[in-house]
């Protein structure tokens, strides 16, 4: 395989993260707008972390019960 395969293929895993990552986050702030708060107060991200590793296992687990 060329470079030019590997490149791509790195950019295209990292977009679908990103865009994972931002529609958790968006998902979080409509669902759960309290714990944003709470998080950026403290300055603690923690609790935000958990949250988002939360609706992206929902989410997997979802996709894998409907496969």
Request: glycine residues 6%; proline residues 3%; charged residues 15%.
């Amino acid at each position: 395989m060329s470079y030019r395969r590997y490149g791509m293929s790195l950019v295209v895993t990292v977009g679908v993260m990103a865009a994972v990552l931002a529609a958790a986050t968006i998902w979080l702030v409509l669902t759960d707008p309290v714990s944003i708060v709470d998080a950026v107060s403290e300055q603690d991200i923690t609790p935000l972390v958990r949250e988002l590793a939360g609706i992206i296992l929902e989410a997997v687990r979802g996709l894998l019960r409907y496969l």
